[in-house]
């Protein structure tokens, strides 16, 4: 059996990216595979950073957003 035959009919994401099978339908699926999350692919490895990084972003952004304005920012604050 071919390499590619055998990537294209593999469940696991690297196998379709690591042999540029681009018909796969997990190929740079970097979310699901393992080999992204822990370190041995560096595009899938970049790719979950990043994801995690814009996720943190907006948690921060609604805690930003949750909190009370300062006091001496506050426009109904009496002088």
Known sequence: MPIRVFAAT???PWQA???GVTKHPHYHDCENCD???YGSCDIGKLY???KQL???KEKAQE???SLLPYPSLDPKRLP
């Open 63 to 65: 805690l930003i957003d």
């Open 54 to 56: 814009e996720a943190f």
């Open 35 to 37: 080999h992204a999350r």
């Open 10 to 12: 593999n469940r696991d």
């Open 17 to 19: 990216c690591h042999w």
């Open 48 to 50: 979950v950073e990043r």
